[in-house]
């Protein structure tokens, strides 16, 4: 089965620093589907961003941009000039295109202060 | 219109009795699912029904026994719930294998908590 890690447990910064996620996954299968979600302290999960395997184009919203490396199996979060409301759980997460099986890390858990 | 919901959303019950949680999409997906997130946050995969057929099913305790009436529909029923039972569940759908993008559309989790 595919797998993902997020090998940062916690991070903590202070507003308006520059922060990255890391995300390394492993699959079998050529056509899979990366995300992240965002869980906030209300405990809801929130979709951010899907990217499809065959598309390595890095992308920007806003604050946010993805940098997807199929050679480092990794797609990596960076939010810039971080704020506080950005404090919350990031979840990585993989599918696989012939299953319906979506697998999480574990979470990276950032803390932005004032 | 809320698109997957789940009910309750907090269920705080004594060990040993049984419970339900309910899960209903109106996004006409094919597949729903349920995920528990423990104390840690770790989300895993626990169900995955197709049209109301079980296509995965992890390892799981077999107190947890999931139940589709319809393809809308996907319940979480728990006997003699223990203490490691406490978590938050998510039910989750998504469209058909042939139109899959991978997505799955959450709902809001409902928050167990055994005494």
């Known amino acids: 089965a595919q797998k993902v890690t997020q090998a940062q447990t916690e991070i903590s910064v202070v507003e308006k620093e520059d922060v990255t996620l890391d995300c390394v996954y492993e699959?079998?299968?050529?056509?899979?589907?990366l995300f992240w979600y965002k869980q906030p302290p209300s405990g809801e999960l929130v979709f951010l961003i899907r990217?499809?395997?065959?598309?390595?184009q890095n992308e920007i919203s806003g604050r946010y941009s993805w940098n997807f490396q199929k050679s480092t199996s990794s797609f990596n979060f960076t939010i810039t000039a971080s704020q506080v409301v950005d404090s919350a759980v990031y979840f990585c997460?993989?599918?696989?295109?012939?299953?319906?099986?979506?697998?999480f890390g574990a979470g990276t858990r950032l803390t932005v202060k004032p | 219109d809320t698109a997957v919901s789940q009910t309750p959303k907090y269920l705080v019950t004594q060990m040993g009795n049984d419970k339900s949680i309910k899960c209903e999409q109106n996004?006409?997906?094919?597949?729903m699912y349920w995920y528990k997130q423990d104390s840690k946050k770790f989300l895993k995969i626990m169900f995955s029904?197709?049209?109301?057929?079980?296509?995965i099913n992890e390892t799981v305790p077999n107190r947890f026994s999931p139940k589709s009436p319809d393809k809308a529909h996907l319940n979480l029923h728990i006997n003699s719930l223990e203490l490691g039972d406490s978590a938050v569940y998510f039910c989750?759908?998504?469209?058909?294998?042939?139109?899959?993008?991978?997505?799955?559309?959450f709902g809001e989790g409902s928050r167990l908590t055994v005494l």
């Open positions: 989750a759908s998504s469209p058909h294998l042939s139109r899959n993008t991978g997505e799955l559309f």
């Open positions: 699959t079998r299968d050529t056509t899979y589907y």
């Open positions: 990217r499809n395997s065959f598309d390595e």
């Open positions: 997460a993989l599918s696989e295109y012939n299953n319906n099986d979506m697998r």
């Open positions: 996004l006409g997906h094919d597949t």
């Open positions: 029904y197709n049209n109301k057929e079980l296509i």
